[in-house]
């Protein structure tokens, strides 16, 4: 936290000094008021307005000077400058928008996906980052974003299917979604998408490398890259849990432990056969 402290006045108050020190509520806030300035100045006077507590009133004179530099000063961690463009640099993994409606998303982290559900998501992604149609953003917010129903799939989630009437209506709810929602629900789900592939975690107390599965095949540094169906693929042939559709009804963080137990076996014997080719 940023601690600042008002001279004239002797109030001290504290500001998040990263986005995982923020509320759920203040990265609502900043994605909505993101949509509504017309400038990142405007938005980050309103923002250090928000996250100090304060009526928001246009700074003149020498408090308008203080009130820029103290933006520049501990608000710079709110954005990232691609292509010359300034935009929001959400990096948490902790879902800010739990629910939109009836409709309820996921747990932080993607921890209560099945593997389906998240292969889903993640190919509407990557449809959408190539087309840029509206269309494919929509079928990804209604994969995550759907109907609750009384059965509770293998992940612990009550979640409907991913077809039919019921489908179909959570997708034109998802094409109703305000576009500051669209916006902050992608980029959360792009951050989990990117810890799962390149960060640490723990499944089952135990410390995994994640990043290792999706390593290029062979020793050739510029080989393809493995992708999250090349993984599904590889579970159905070991048939650890059985056919395709078997496998994409398992609780995302359960075929990840099985993935990277497969991995450790695959290296284990990697380094017997290397041993005994030595003697």
């Given at each position: 936290?940023?601690?600042?402290?008002?001279?004239?006045?002797?109030?001290?108050?504290?500001?998040?000094?990263?986005?995982?020190?923020?509320?759920?509520?203040?990265?609502?806030?900043?994605?909505?008021?993101?949509?509504?300035?017309?400038?990142?100045?405007?938005?980050?006077?309103?923002?250090?307005?928000?996250?100090?507590?304060?009526?928001?009133?246009?700074?003149?004179?020498?408090?308008?000077?203080?009130?820029?530099?103290?933006?520049?000063?501990?608000?710079?961690?709110?954005?990232?400058?691609?292509?010359?463009?300034?935009?929001?640099?959400?990096?948490?993994?902790?879902?800010?928008?739990?629910?939109?409606?009836?409709?309820?998303?996921?747990?932080?982290?993607l921890q209560d996906l099945t593997f389906g559900e998240f292969r889903a998501a993640a190919m509407a992604v990557q449809?959408?980052?190539?087309?840029?149609?509206?269309?494919?953003?929509?079928?990804?917010?209604?994969?995550?974003?759907?109907?609750?129903?009384?059965?509770?799939?293998?992940?612990?989630?009550?979640?409907?299917?991913?077809?039919?009437?019921?489908?179909?209506?959570?997708?034109?709810?998802?094409?109703?979604?305000?576009?500051?929602?669209?916006?902050?629900?992608?980029?959360?789900?792009?951050?989990?998408?990117?810890?799962?592939?390149?960060?640490?975690?723990?499944?089952?107390?135990?410390?995994?490398?994640?990043?290792?599965?999706?390593?290029?095949?062979?020793?050739?540094?510029?080989?393809?890259?493995?992708?999250?169906?090349?993984?599904?693929?590889?579970?159905?042939?070991?048939?650890?849990?059985?056919?395709?559709?078997?496998?994409?009804?398992?609780?995302?963080?359960?075929?990840?432990?099985?993935?990277?137990?497969?991995?450790?076996?695959?290296?284990?014997?990697?380094?017997?056969?290397?041993?005994?080719?030595?003697?």
């Amino acid at each position: 936290m940023t601690r600042i402290e008002a001279y004239e006045s002797g109030r001290v108050s504290e500001i998040p000094s990263g986005w995982a020190e923020m509320s759920p509520e203040q990265i609502r806030y900043a994605y909505r008021m993101y949509g509504r300035c017309d400038s990142p100045l405007e938005f980050n006077v309103r923002m250090l307005y928000h996250l100090l507590g304060l009526r928001m009133r246009p700074p003149k004179g020498n408090a308008a000077e203080n009130v820029y530099l103290l933006c520049e000063q501990c608000l710079g961690f709110l954005f990232k400058e691609e292509d010359g463009v300034a935009r929001l640099a959400f990096d948490g993994v902790a879902n800010p928008l739990p629910r939109v409606g009836h409709r309820y998303g996921p747990a932080d982290l993607l921890q209560d996906l099945t593997f389906g559900e998240f292969r889903a998501a993640a190919m509407a992604v990557q449809a959408f980052g190539r087309s840029q149609d509206p269309s494919d953003l929509d079928d990804f917010l209604a994969i995550l974003y759907r109907s609750r129903c009384r059965k509770t799939n293998r992940a612990g989630r009550r979640a409907g299917p991913m077809s039919g009437r019921g489908f179909r209506r959570d997708r034109r709810a998802a094409a109703r979604m305000r576009p500051w929602r669209k916006n902050l629900i992608l980029s959360w789900f792009c951050c989990c998408l990117q810890y799962l592939q390149r960060e640490k975690l723990v499944l089952s107390g135990e410390e995994v490398d994640l990043s290792k599965l999706f390593a290029p095949e062979g020793s050739a540094s510029n080989g393809p890259a493995v992708t999250w169906n090349d993984l599904l693929v590889q579970l159905a042939k070991d048939q650890t849990i059985g056919n395709i559709d078997r496998v994409d009804e398992e609780p995302l963080f359960s075929v990840l432990q099985i993935l990277w137990s497969n991995h450790k076996e695959a290296k284990r014997y990697e380094a017997s056969i290397k041993a005994q080719k030595t003697h």
